[in-house]
C-alpha cells in the first residue's frame, strides 16, 4: 500500500475522469451549490480554496490548525434523482453489482490524498427516517457512534458494501463518521439564500449594496463556477481550482467598485466601461449624452408617464441581465465591441416591440443602459479576473 507521506495534496492529484466538465449541461443547481460554497469562503478564512469539477462535483480545502489538520471536503450534487426519499439502498446500490460503484463507494473511493477527508453529499429530495443521523452536525448528540440511529446505519452499511475500502484503506464507517448529508429543497431556495447572505456581507464590510447590485455580483459568481467546472485539468488545471486570496481581492475590488459607482452621477464610469471595450470616443459621447438625458428625464418625467419610466426600466434591466449573464457563461462568443452592438440592438427591438401604440423609447431604453453601466452594474467587456 502507498505510505501515508506520498499520498499527493488534492490540488496536485489529476481526477480520475473529466466527464463532468465535458456533460455540464443543466447543472444549474450545482452551480449554485458552488456558489454558496464561495460565499463560505468567503466569509471562513479556514477555507483556503474550492474546486470545481475536479476529485468530485466540488471541493473544499481547510486549514483548521496545522499543516497536518488541513482537511478536503469531496462534496457530490445530486439534482436528477427520481421522485422519492433517499435511501440506504440508493446510496449503496452498485451499478450492474460492481464494486466501488455505489453512491457512497464512490465518495469513499476519494480518500486517496495526503490531507484528512470529509464527504458531503447534498440532494435536491429529502432522506428516508434511517439516513437521517447523517444530516446532523458532527458535534450533534444523534450523530455519536453509540446511538442507536447510528449503529443501525452502520449495520446496513456493513451488509451492502463492508468489504469496499478507500485506497487509503478507510472503510464505510469512516465514510459515516465523516459524512454530511444537506438537502437543499430547490434552486430557488438556494440562490435566495445565497443573495441574503452577500448582502449581510457587503453591509457587515462597509460596503451595503442593493439586491440588484448584489444581483450582478451573484450572477458574476455563478460565471466564475461554471466557467472552473466547464475547464479540463490537463490544460487549465490551476484555474479549476478558486483561491480565498484572489476571491477576497476581486470581493472586495467589486463592491467597491459598485459602492463607489452608486455614489458617482458624472458618467465617469460609463466612459470607462466604454473605454475598456474599445468603443470610439464619438460613440462615448454619444452614450454620455443619452445618459444625462435619461436622468433628467427621470428626474422630472416631460414625455412619459411614471408607470411608464418603471416598466422600461424593468425591461431594460430584465435584458440586460439575461444578456450579461449568457455573456459570461460564454454562451455569447462575442468580443466586446459586439457584446456592445448587440446590447443596443435590444434595446432598440424592445423599443420596436412597445412602440406600436406609443412613440418610439430607444433613447430612453439605450440611456437606462447607459446608466446601469454607469453604476457598474454592467460590463461590455467578459468576466474579470
Not at 201 to 210: I, N, Y
Amino acid at each position: 500500500m502507498t505510505t501515508q507521506a506520498s499520498w499527493p495534496s488534492v490540488d496536485d492529484a489529476v481526477p480520475d475522469e473529466e466527464g463532468g466538465p465535458i456533460a455540464r449541461t443543466g447543472f444549474s443547481y450545482q452551480d449554485e451549490v458552488a456558489v454558496r460554497l464561495l460565499i463560505c469562503m468567503l466569509e471562513d478564512p479556514t477555507i483556503l480554496k474550492i474546486h470545481c469539477e475536479t476529485q468530485d462535483d466540488i471541493v473544499v480545502v481547510r486549514q483548521l490548525q496545522g499543516e497536518a489538520h488541513r482537511t478536503v471536503e469531496y462534496v457530490q450534487v445530486k439534482a436528477g434523482e427520481p421522485d422519492s426519499l433517499w435511501s440506504v439502498a440508493n446510496v449503496c446500490a452498485r451499478d450492474k453489482k460492481k464494486v466501488g460503484s455505489s453512491i457512497a463507494e464512490i465518495s469513499l473511493g476519494r480518500d486517496k490524498c495526503k490531507e484528512i477527508s470529509k464527504f458531503r453529499i447534498v440532494t435536491l429530495r429529502d432522506v428516508v427516517s434511517e439516513l437521517r443521523p447523517l444530516t446532523y452536525d458532527f458535534s450533534a448528540p444523534g450523530r455519536a457512534a453509540e446511538v442507536l440511529g447510528m449503529i443501525q446505519l452502520s449495520k446496513e452499511f456493513e451488509t451492502r458494501i463492508g468489504e469496499f475500502k478507500s485506497p487509503k484503506g478507510n472503510d464505510y464507517a469512516f465514510w459515516l463518521e465523516n459524512c454530511i448529508w444537506e438537502v437543499c429543497h430547490s434552486q430557488a431556495s438556494v440562490e435566495r439564500d445565497n443573495l441574503l447572505r452577500l448582502i449581510q456581507l457587503a453591509q457587515a464590510e462597509g460596503r451595503p449594496l442593493l439586491p440588484e447590485q448584489i444581483e450582478v455580483v451573484q450572477t458574476e459568481l455563478r460565471s466564475k463556477a461554471k466557467t472552473a467546472g466547464d475547464l479540463k485539468w490537463g490544460k487549465d488545471g490551476h484555474r479549476k481550482i478558486i483561491t480565498r486570496a484572489h476571491l477576497r481581492t476581486w470581493w472586495i475590488a467589486r463592491t467597491t467598485e459598485i459602492f463607489d459607482g452608486a455614489s458617482d452621477q458624472s458618467g465617469g464610469k460609463l466612459k470607462t466601461k466604454m473605454q475598456d471595450a474599445k468603443l470610439s470616443e464619438d460613440q462615448i459621447a454619444l452614450a454620455i449624452e443619452l445618459r444625462r438625458e435619461y436622468a433628467e428625464e427621470t428626474r422630472a418625467p416631460k414625455y412619459l408617464d411614471t408607470s411608464d419610466v418603471s416598466r422600461l426600466q424593468q425591461r431594460a434591466r430584465s435584458e440586460i441581465a439575461t444578456l450579461r449573464a449568457q455573456y459570461m457563461a460564454g454562451e455569447l462568443t462575442l468580443n466586446p465591441s459586439e457584446f456592445y452592438a448587440l446590447c443596443i440592438k435590444r434595446m432598440d427591438e424592445i423599443s420596436s416591440e412597445l412602440s406600436v401604440d406609443k412613440e418610439d423609447q430607444s433613447a430612453f431604453l439605450k440611456g437606462c443602459l447607459y446608466d446601469i453601466a454607469d453604476r457598474c452594474l454592467l460590463r461590455f467587456t467578459g468576466a474579470s479576473a
